[in-house]
């Protein structure tokens, strides 16, 4: 099932090719009346939908909103059932991602710009999509983007180890067809059981943050790249908001403790900046 915002409601709605502006009236958009951007067609994001306030939990759609949001582009998201991704994506023509092994996998964000014709998958894809189409408050400032793809995967391997419980709260916050389809799509990269040594994986998870920490120590601001903020801390904070969505309260408390309370601050900077706070 697909879902789009209507109103303070949440409604169901079949995959479509396209959306025209009859149909886009009826969304609730993400919309900065100031900006340049307010007179052009809503760019349409796909997100995931859960039983969470507002939906959103998942990193990777996150880091799109906090683009979106800081470039002041008006958007609108249509909320897709972990379990229809396949379905959803395919019936827009959006091209899947491969895994490690090499196998195709159908994802979200997908990026769907009425203005333009184009439809990207993938975040950091999507993020480089953004910055050449609309260049205008860039987050790959100072021709970055080479070092930013590079930094990714790197901040990612400080907490792939540690990612196990995160999977077990997301298989509490989705419907039970999609929990059963995400178990099948995460154990490929991420063998079952996920709860065998909760206590190392926070250790785990922990002591990556206290290297990312160093990292931010580095800078002479309280960016990743100093005074100039990029898509790097955006990359930080959507992670920090997932935790902050899935984890329970106590849980989410131990990761804020950590470093001084960094990483509450890191994540309050991010969305004041992208006016999402």
Request: proline fraction near 8%; charge should be negative; aromatic fraction near 12%.
């Amino acid at each position: 099932m697909i879902q789009r915002t209507n109103g303070s409601e949440t409604q169901p709605c079949a995959p479509q090719k396209s959306l025209d502006i009859t149909t886009l009236q009826h969304f609730t958009l993400s919309l900065h009346p100031m900006s340049q951007y307010s007179t052009m067609l809503p760019l349409i994001m796909y997100d995931i939908v859960s039983n969470l306030p507002g939906n959103h939990f998942s990193p990777n759609p996150a880091k799109t909103r906090f683009v979106l949001s800081y470039k002041n582009l008006p958007f609108v998201t249509l909320w897709v059932e972990y379990s229809d991704i396949p379905i959803a994506t395919k019936a827009i023509g959006a091209k899947p991602n491969k895994r490690r092994d090499g196998s195709e996998v159908y994802t979200v964000p997908v990026l769907s710009d009425p203005n333009t014709g184009a439809l990207i998958t993938d975040s950091l894809e999507i993020a480089s999509y953004l910055d050449k189409t609309y260049p205008e408050k860039p987050i790959f400032p100072n021709s970055s983007e080479p070092l930013i793809r590079a930094f990714e995967p790197a901040y990612l391997s400080l907490l792939q180890h540690a990612i196990k419980f995160i999977f077990v709260r997301a298989t509490e916050i989705l419907s039970p067809a999609s929990v059963k389809f995400f178990i099948k799509a995460r154990t490929v990269d991420v063998p079952l059981p996920w709860d065998v040594n909760p206590d190392a994986d926070w250790e785990l998870l922990e002591k990556g943050h206290n290297t990312v920490y160093e990292w931010y120590q580095k800078t002479d601001g309280k960016w990743i790249m100093g005074d100039t903020f990029s898509y790097a801390d955006i990359i930080v904070a959507s992670w920090l908001l997932s935790y902050k969505r899935v984890l329970k309260a106590d849980e989410w408390l131990r990761v804020s403790s950590w470093n001084g309370g960094k990483w509450t601050q890191v994540l309050a900077d991010v969305e004041k900046e992208c006016t999402l706070s």
